[in-house]
C-alpha cells in the first residue's frame, strides 16, 4: 500500500481549544485512515510552518485526498499539505524511464 505524508497547521482557535483542554488526537486521525482503508503509521506535533505531521499507508490517491479533504473540513486546520511518497524501488523505477522518455531540455 502507498505511503503518504500529511501535513497540518491548526487554526488559532484549535490551539486555545487544544491549550484549555489538550487531546492525543491520533486515536481520531487512525479511525479516519482505517475508515477509508488506510493505517496510521505514526503521527507527530512539529515546530515551523505545520504543527503536526502523520505518515500513513492509503490504499491509493482517491483515499488519500479524502483524507485530506475530511481534515480541512473539520475548520481546525488552517493549512495541510499531502505529499504522496515512493519506496527507493519505486525511485530508481521512475530514474530508469526518465532516461528512457527522450526529454531534452530547451536550448
Same mark, same amino acid.
Given at each position: ?6 501535513? =497540518? %497547521?491548526?487554526?488559532?482557535? %484549535? ?46 490517491? %482517491? ?6 479533504? =475530511? =481534515? ?6 488552517? =493549512? ?28
Amino acid at each position: 500500500m502507498p505511503y503518504y505524508l500529511f501535513q =497540518a %497547521a491548526y487554526t488559532p482557535e %484549535a490551539w486555545a481549544t487544544l491549550s484549555k483542554k489538550p487531546q492525543d488526537r491520533r486515536a481520531v486521525i487512525q479511525a479516519a485512515a482505517e475508515k477509508l482503508g488506510g493505517k496510521l503509521q505514526g503521527a507527530w506535533l512539529t515546530f515551523g510552518d505545520y504543527d503536526v505531521l502523520c505518515l500513513c499507508e492509503m490504499p491509493d490517491n %482517491a483515499s488519500a485526498a479524502a483524507f485530506a479533504i =475530511a =481534515a480541512s473540513a473539520g475548520g481546525a486546520l488552517k =493549512a495541510s499539505k499531502t505529499t504522496p511518497l515512493l519506496s527507493f524501488e519505486e525511485g530508481l523505477e521512475a530514474m530508469k524511464k526518465a532516461g528512457k522518455s527522450g526529454y531534452r531540455p530547451p536550448k
